[in-house]
């Protein structure tokens, strides 16, 4: 059993956190092995916490009514080598939006399930039986799991290759395998910490088969990682190296790749019409498949104080490129005060910049997500102040606000004036340390994951729920106290089922209506 290795999760490790977030939790996800962690044969167990300030409320709120959000012009279409929208990737679509077409939990007497990995398992697609594909992320190595998507018992295992050697902060690297995805054929398709891609096949029976061994290094050499892969519309895979390699691979194997020269921090976009969206740790990117070369068709140079400021990951855009509709692709700037930035992405066109306008406080915001976006509204979440899991231990917090911005409808032309094509609909008060939050377009709920600050030494989680509309808070359910509930960067995923799920360093939690 792996209960007596932590016992109280909270209460062990808040005491080491204070001194470095490392070393406390080598309790949570050092000790055990992937085999022990997350084996088939073993039952689930879930994930613990202790408070030891003041009573926290398991809820907070109402029930939401429903209030649907009508998108047809922005439709985000299917994508035919991806499986479908909302069960594919981390950010749901090949466009990268973080919406959903079905419901969440409405917060009708929401019911709490966790199991505890000693990794978090952030990153979660959904084959076609429904089942739960993750990659769970420790210090020693990934693992790719199938799990049943209500009990959450862990159907099948693979270990995949594990960390390299390195100065990265393992509460920072995403490669490896935090950026796959799922293809249409229930593929997952994974960049590994060997500079491969690998293609795993999900059985009909609970089961992995690695079908295609990609190795990229002769591409990217042996000092990069590979931070992503995606395909584009046409079926080649496209990789990005985190030192700024970025090309694609043909279906008989063959690699092309071309230098950036700019660092790598995020995800990329896919477009339906042959773009690659990339930015990088100076610029955004249009890039397109030409004569064997990735063709750079478009760059733009974003405003960009070269700060890491309280928060982020990288000293640049923190976001991954989200596309809007047909023609605009948005991300966040690295100013003080940082601001939403929306483009024309279209190949040719007389003027890029769109929109820009500024969120959050100057010298009190950052943000290191990928940002939500649905007709003419974005949705930025601000995580100044999570320098790690030690920055909200202890009954601290970080800075809050969630802020809406608005884009005209019909953007002007403004060459004296560029970008005032939009403005700050709402913003809300609620503290989201790390969280990649996602909209549920069936009922007009945005779902994030909160942290308070606590009284005494409480350290309580929350998924959150909050108005489109408005930015009002719908209802809060508390999932549990301590470092094991901490999202440390994963997001909140909608599964076909309606439940929402959380990857913490503890392992998985789900809340769903009762």
Known sequence: MVRPICGSVSGLIARRLTATAVAGTLCILGFATAAAAQDPAQPTVPIEGTNSGSPQPPYIGAPAKPRPIHHRRFRVPRHPF?????????????????????SGPLGIAPELTSTLFFRECASVAFDSRGRIVTICVGLDRPVLALLDPVTLETLAAMALPPRQAGGENPFTDFSGGGYFYLDDRDRAVIPTTTRHIEIIAVGDRPGFQRVADLDLTAAIGSTQKVISALPDFGGRIWFAGTEGTIGWIERDGTIHSRELGERISNSFAVGKGGGVFVVSDRALYRLEAHRGRPQVIWRRRYPNDGIQKSGQTSPGSGTTPTLIGRRYVAITDNRDPIRVIVYDRSRRVGRRLVCRQKIFGKGSGSTDQSLIAVK???????????????????????????ERVVLRRRPAQDRRHPGRNCSRKWHSAEVAPSVVAKLSLANGLIYTYTKPTGTGTSDPWYLTALDFRTG???????????????????????????????????GLVRVADR
């Open 82 to 102: 991806m499986a479908p929208n909302g069960r594919s990737n981390l950010h749901n679509d090949a466009y990268q939006t973080d919406t959903y077409q079905g």
């Open 376 to 402: 003419n509204s974005i949705i930025a979440e601000n995580n100044f102040g999570y320098t790690g899991p030690a920055a909200v231990q202890g009954g601290r917090t970080t800075t809050p606000g969630l």
């Open 472 to 506: 009002r808070t719908v209802f809060k359910r508390l999932t549990g106290f301590g470092l094991g509930f901490n999202n440390n960067y994963a997001p909140v995923t909608i599964g076909p089922d309606g439940a929402a799920y959380v990857g913490t360093l503890g």
